[in-house]
């Protein structure tokens, strides 16, 4: 399915994440033939550039973008991949939309740029036929999300023009720094735009194996009647980085892992795996599903968090075998900053289905690798028969979702060694992406781009969850900021400080570290 006719207006059009994710991803969907016709693009930014300098960038991220002749999942269902029409060539094709591309110079706070985008947009309405309808997509820092929208306010941009019939808003995370400031930055939003044409994105939702944790749990019988306190042990959910801060220190100094990734990735990717079924697949009844299950979540009161909460940051480590600099000295962080670049948590859920089954959670920059996981860790059997020194080198049962990289579902339970005796160790049973699929999954970028003009918010975030997700993180919030919790080291390349380890190994757990 196409969306309709429509304009793409990119505020922050000079800016990295631009440049990074949404050119490519709009080129791509280019290329797949699924932008709409017409498609027009308008960036607006305070760079000064021409139309022709915007076009140039335009071209550049495109060529930046996976290898033209790269097979692909598709986004559409049928399974066969399709030939990616390159850069150049086909008549639907990045190449051959940007000479109708639009930049829009100016700082948003003033009235002049907006009269000069609704201008713009009118003329293009004309000329190109994009029919009124409009997605505008805020790329900006997050402190200008509000006086951008109130600039589309006062020039009527927050309604369709002539003969269209949306105008949507897509807005990039983070939502707030706070509860009360997400709270802030809604009511702003709100004022001029209602609920359901706001699309928040949190790329996690985009990615295919987040996903695919519904398709798991819920198209399939086996799993279902084990997922819950009777057979799971306990739950973790792993959202690791080898690299650092790169040239995002000063960004990331006002940010921190909780909420950089805690706050946003980790509580969506814990709601899909511990809600209840919805009842059908549709954008109210997955998110309802997930704002019940937020509810759920204890998080440690104030009093709690010493026990249950682990905050570091990564010292001078080896990644590699290249040795990388400590989190105080990267470019843009203060000598003596206490910033986390590490979190570890112990979470319970208050509900029928997981009461009294630990949730671990962490997140860290700079760890020995890159991986994205959620590991179900199923209780033992309650009887073994075999004896104590045979069964030394079997783990507890686990299903791991292999979020990224190397996409895939792991099962691992006790199997037979052969030979004489009756040895019993764990063994792993590989599903993956790759080999069953081929091809590489969509980026995210592409999916969530592509379900904001199609307007379909299923994968976007509700306001809801946004609050809840905050409100959960509140007291640690406070701890982090009067640091009444003290700041761990790690060095990087590790798996984090000490204490993550023991935070666990106080219920006799242990991290499954891939
Ligand atoms: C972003 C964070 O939201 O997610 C980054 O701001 C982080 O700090 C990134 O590196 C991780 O995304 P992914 O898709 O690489 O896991």
Redesign the pocket.
């Known amino acids: 399915m196409k969306p309709d006719p429509l304009t793409f207006v990119l505020f922050g059009a000079s800016g990295d994440l631009t440049s990074r994710k949404i050119l490519p991803a709009l080129a791509r969907l280019a290329d797949l033939g699924a932008l709409p016709e017409p498609f027009v693009l308008v960036g607006v930014a305070r760079t000064k550039w021409s139309d022709d300098e915007f076009r140039q960038q335009c071209r550049e991220a495109a060529a930046a973008a996976v290898p033209e002749q790269q097979q692909e999942t598709s986004l559409d269902d049928s399974e066969a991949p399709r030939e990616a029409a390159g850069t150049s060539g086909s008549s639907g094709s990045w190449e051959a939309l940007v000479p109708r591309f639009r930049y829009v110079t100016g700082d948003y706070d003033s009235d002049d740029t907006f009269g000069e985008l609704e201008s713009v947009l009118r003329d293009l309405d004309d000329e190109s036929g994009t029919s009124g309808n409009r997605v505008f997509y805020l790329a900006t820092i997050p402190s200008l999300f509000g006086e951008v929208a109130a600039g589309l306010g006062r020039h009527s941009l927050n309604k369709p023009g002539t003969g269209g019939s949306f105008a949507r808003l897509v807005v990039e995370?983070?939502f707030g720094t706070d509860l009360d400031s997400s709270k802030a930055l809604d009511a702003s939003l709100h004022e001029v735009f209602d609920e359901r044409s706001i699309y928040r994105i949190?790329?996690?939702m985009g990615?295919e194996t987040v996903q695919n944790v519904l398709a798991l749990r819920f198209a399939n019988a086996i799993f279902e009647p084990i997922w819950n306190r009777r057979y799971v042990d306990q739950v973790q959910v792993t959202?690791a980085?080898s690299?650092g801060?790169?040239h995002?220190g000063s960004f990331?100094e006002g940010?921190g892992a909780l909420r950089?990734?805690v706050q946003?990735?980790v509580m969506q990717v814990l709601a899909l795996t511990l809600m209840e079924p919805p009842s059908t697949v549709d954008p109210i009844a997955i998110r309802d599903e997930k704002v019940k299950l937020l509810r759920s979540i204890v998080a440690p009161d104030r009093s709690a968090v010493e026990r249950d909460v682990v905050r570091a940051q990564y010292d001078r480590g080896t990644i590699d075998g290249v040795a990388v600099p400590a989190y105080r000295e990267e470019e843009g962080v203060a000598p003596r900053s206490t910033t986390e670049t590490f979190v570890a948590m112990r979470l319970s859920v208050e509900n029928w289905r997981w009461a009294g089954v630990p949730v671990y959670v962490r997140t860290g920059?700079r760890l020995a690798k890159?991986t994205?996981e959620v590991a179900m860790l199923f209780q033992r059997a309650p009887h073994l028969p075999f004896q104590g020194q045979l069964t030394s080198e079997l783990r507890p049962d686990a299903l791991i979702l292999r979020i990224?990289p190397d996409e895939g579902i792991s099962l691992c339970f006790g199997a037979k060694v052969p030979g004489q005796s009756f040895r019993v160790r764990t063994v792993r049973m590989d599903f993956s992406y790759q080999e069953e699929f081929g091809g590489r999954p969509a980026e995210?970028y592409e999916r969530l781009l592509l379900d904001a003009m199609l307007g379909d918010p299923t994968l976007f975030i509700r306001t809801d969850e946004v609050e809840q997700a905050w409100a959960i993180l509140h007291p640690v919030q406070q701890a982090f900021s009067d640091d009444s919790l003290a700041l761990a080291h790690y060095a990087a390349g590790t798996w984090g400080p000490a204490s993550a380890t023991v935070l666990l190994e106080s219920s006799g757990h242990h991290w499954n570290n891939p």
């Open positions: 995370k983070p949190d790329h996690y990615k959202v980085e690299i801060v790169e995002r990331y940010a950089d990734i946003n990735h920059k890159r994205t990224q995210a």
